[in-house]
């Protein structure tokens, strides 16, 4: 007997419903494997971590505190046993060993005027980066895009590394690193999640931790440069390091493509079409097919084109907001960002404090940052997030506490920093990749942006901490140590990511976790079971 269609078993019916397919397979569809030419697209984009890093640790060299000694025009200051400050001694009765400009410090006479003077034109970089990352983090998910973002970001932030060259006093020139920390702060945030977007799902952590590898040559470039200008003026190394980045900034114009992804999450569709024949032309492929497979997809936010339009700039703060386990997870993660980022920006900044010699301290803290790149390359995809953020920053925390008991200028106190700046540089690379895998697509530009300013909010606190800590180490390591190894166990509120595909919606997101936490309760069910069964046949027995 033929069975009706209103007869039929539901399991059996439910069988043959067909799941909207999801964005990435709609992508990796259409454009096949990922090519050279897009592979090579995707980490010409991550090069711009490269003037980033220039633009966060420049201050190390133009802002240091350079050597000085002893005319012997006074007998309050002898060239034999000269004292530990020159500030209380009088005009003439000491000189810096290199020219005035060679560093801002010297240049504007800022020796003796305080910690707050000194660390200001670092605290204002910092500021501004946090206060950009407030304000622009969510136009890259909203009104403008991955790309036009990126560019705004890296043409201000080029420009005012060019104007800080002709700053006329101390002022104008912190004016002028809040305006360039403003720029930059979209800079790293814009560039991981557009270069992990443009490629499919097998390259996509190697691509972020290309990010990270970048990272590390624009730190290594600055001792190079600080030693090639150590007698010229500081305003040299801001023309090098502007210039160029201008220059980048015109090349991605012509090259750069938006995010497919954030494409369809916005509902524009055409645009999306046109996008996924440029990759696929660059694999070698051509799209002959139609595009029903894309029509299909359940991508729209709010339900239209023009949804980024009626939400506005703080929509994604909104979709957030609403739900608690989107709140849980951001606090959680950017609690233990700013330990981490304190410590991370500090770091390079305080190495002056070890009594060994600048420009290798700098390039040592450079250096580290290259293995932590490499392992971060070879086990992303083999390491539990949670768990291993939190090892890093307990590790990162017991070793700057040891700066603290070590004397100044021996070797075991130079090994300590280098470890625990080595902890700190693999859990803050651990953490970008963890926070893009936190958040679904419609939200994740938005997400991974605050998380930066947490990271650079540890930054604004690390100058004044630094200077503080010239006079006693506790005020400089041992804060760090605390603040990072305590904030680190905040990762535990945090739900594990390892091996999950990435969500576009947070409906989506939802969804999975619902589907967790059945399949938790049918295997605490299972185990349950079992063990009931096990006790029947132990009585039994």
Same mark, same amino acid.
Request: proline fraction near 4%.
């Given at each position: 007997?033929?069975?009706?269609?209103?007869?039929?078993?539901?399991?059996?019916?439910?069988?043959?419903?067909?799941?909207?397919?999801t964005?990435?397979?709609?992508?990796?569809n259409?454009?096949?494997?990922?090519?050279?030419?897009?592979?090579?697209?995707?980490?010409?984009?991550?090069?711009?971590?490269?003037?980033?890093?220039?633009?966060?640790?420049?201050?190390?060299?133009?802002?240091?505190?350079?050597?000085?000694?002893?005319?012997?025009?006074s007998?309050?200051?002898?060239?034999?046993?000269?004292?530990?400050? +020159?500030?209380?001694? +009088?005009?003439?009765a000491w000189?810096?060993?290199?020219?005035?400009?060679?560093?801002?410090?010297?240049?504007?006479?800022?020796?003796?005027?305080? +910690?707050?003077?000194?660390?200001?034109?670092?605290?204002?970089?910092?500021?501004?980066?946090?206060?950009?990352? &407030?304000?622009?983090?969510?136009?890259?998910?909203?009104?403008?895009? !991955?790309?036009?973002?990126?560019?705004?970001?890296?043409?201000?932030?080029?420009?005012?590394?060019v104007?800080?060259?002709?700053?006329?006093?101390?002022?104008? $020139?912190?004016?002028?690193?809040f305006v360039?920390?403003?720029?930059?702060?979209?800079?790293g945030?814009?560039?991981?999640?557009?270069?992990?977007?443009?490629?499919?799902?097998?390259?996509?952590?190697?691509?972020?931790?290309?990010?990270?590898?970048?990272?590390?040559?624009?730190?290594?470039?600055?001792?190079?440069?600080g $030693?090639?200008?150590?007698e %010229?003026?500081?305003?040299?190394?801001?023309?090098?390091?502007?210039?160029?980045?201008?220059? $980048? /900034? &015109?090349?991605?114009f012509f090259?750069?493509?938006?995010?497919?992804?954030?494409?369809?999450?916005?509902?524009?569709?055409?645009?999306?079409? %046109?996008t996924?024949?440029?990759?696929?032309?660059?694999?070698?492929?051509? @799209?002959? /097919?139609?595009?029903?497979?894309?029509?299909?997809?359940?991508?729209?936010?709010?339900?239209?084109?023009d949804?980024?339009?009626?939400?506005?700039? &703080?929509?994604?703060?909104?979709?957030?907001?609403?739900? +608690?386990?989107?709140?849980?997870?951001?606090?959680?993660?950017?609690?233990? /960002?700013?330990?981490v980022?304190?410590?991370?920006?500090?770091?390079?900044?305080?190495?002056?404090?070890?009594?060994?010699?600048?420009?290798?301290s700098?390039?040592?803290?450079?250096?580290a940052?290259?293995p932590?790149?490499?392992?971060?390359?070879?086990?992303?995809?083999?390491v539990?997030?949670?768990?291993?953020?939190?090892?890093?920053?307990?590790?990162?925390?017991?070793f700057?506490?040891?700066?603290?008991?070590?004397?100044?200028?021996?070797?075991?106190?130079?090994?300590?920093?280098?470890?625990?700046?080595?902890?700190? @540089?693999?859990?803050f690379?651990?953490?970008?990749?963890?926070?893009?895998?936190?958040?679904?697509?419609?939200?994740?530009?938005?997400?991974?942006?605050?998380?930066?300013?947490?990271?650079?909010?540890?930054?604004?606190?690390?100058?004044?901490?630094?200077?503080?800590?010239?006079? !006693?180490?506790?005020?400089?390591?041992?804060?760090?140590?605390?603040?990072?190894?305590?904030?680190?166990?905040?990762?535990a509120?945090?739900?594990?990511?390892?091996?999950?595909?990435?969500?576009?919606?947070?409906?989506?997101?939802?969804?999975?976790?619902a589907?967790?936490?059945?399949?938790?309760?049918?295997?605490?069910?299972?185990?349950g079971?079992t %063990?009931?069964?096990?006790?029947?046949?132990?009585?039994?027995?």
């Amino acid at each position: 007997m033929a069975i009706s269609a209103n007869t039929a078993p539901l399991l059996t019916s439910h069988k043959q419903v067909n799941k909207a397919p999801t964005i990435d397979d709609t992508i990796e569809n259409y454009i096949g494997s990922t090519g050279v030419m897009q592979l090579f697209k995707a980490i010409l984009l991550a090069f711009a971590w490269a003037f980033d890093a220039q633009q966060v640790f420049i201050s190390v060299f133009t802002d240091a505190e350079p050597q000085w000694h002893c005319t012997g025009a006074s007998p309050t200051c002898s060239p034999a046993a000269p004292p530990a400050s +020159p500030c209380a001694l +009088p005009a003439g009765a000491w000189a810096w060993d290199r020219a005035a400009d060679t560093t801002v410090v010297s240049e504007w006479a800022l020796k003796c005027a305080g +910690p707050a003077l000194v660390s200001l034109p670092a605290s204002a970089f910092f500021a501004g980066c946090l206060a950009g990352g &407030f304000l622009l983090t969510t136009l890259a998910d909203s009104l403008l895009g !991955r790309r036009k973002m990126l560019l705004t970001s890296l043409v201000s932030m080029s420009v005012a590394g060019v104007l800080t060259a002709f700053a006329p006093n101390v002022w104008a $020139y912190a004016a002028l690193r809040f305006v360039s920390g403003f720029g930059r702060s979209m800079v790293g945030t814009c560039t991981l999640v557009l270069s992990t977007e443009l490629v499919g799902k097998r390259w996509r952590d190697s691509v972020s931790v290309a990010g990270f590898f970048f990272f590390t040559v624009g730190f290594l470039s600055l001792p190079a440069l600080g $030693y090639a200008f150590r007698e %010229d003026s500081w305003r040299n190394m801001y023309l090098w390091m502007s210039v160029p980045s201008l220059c $980048y /900034s &015109f090349l991605l114009f012509f090259l750069a493509q938006e995010s497919p992804r954030w494409l369809l999450v916005r509902g524009r569709k055409q645009d999306a079409m %046109d996008t996924l024949q440029q990759i696929a032309a660059l694999n070698g492929n051509s @799209i002959t /097919s139609s595009f029903s497979m894309l029509h299909a997809c359940t991508m729209n936010v709010d339900g239209g084109e023009d949804a980024g339009a009626r939400g506005g700039a &703080f929509a994604t703060m909104r979709e957030m907001w609403e739900r +608690p386990w989107a709140l849980r997870r951001l606090a959680a993660i950017m609690t233990t /960002s700013f330990g981490v980022g304190l410590v991370y920006y500090g770091m390079p900044l305080n190495v002056g404090s070890l009594g060994t010699n600048l420009y290798l301290s700098v390039t040592y803290n450079a250096l580290a940052e290259l293995p932590s790149s490499i392992l971060s390359l070879a086990f992303i995809g083999k390491v539990n997030r949670r768990t291993t953020v939190m090892a890093l920053t307990a590790a990162a925390g017991v070793f700057s506490l040891m700066c603290v008991a070590i004397p100044e200028g021996s070797a075991a106190r130079m090994a300590s920093e280098l470890l625990s700046f080595f902890a700190t @540089i693999t859990a803050f690379n651990l953490i970008l990749i963890y926070s893009i895998e936190l958040f679904p697509t419609s939200v994740r530009n938005s997400a991974v942006g605050l998380v930066r300013q947490a990271l650079v909010l540890g930054g604004v606190a690390a100058p004044v901490l630094v200077a503080l800590g010239r006079e !006693r180490s506790f005020w400089s390591f041992g804060v760090f140590g605390l603040c990072i190894g305590c904030l680190g166990l905040f990762a535990a509120c945090l739900p594990e990511t390892k091996g999950r595909s990435m969500s576009d919606t947070m409906e989506e997101e939802e969804d999975k976790q619902a589907a967790a936490a059945v399949a938790a309760a049918a295997t605490t069910c299972t185990g349950g079971a079992t %063990d009931i069964a096990t006790k029947d046949n132990s009585d039994a027995v």
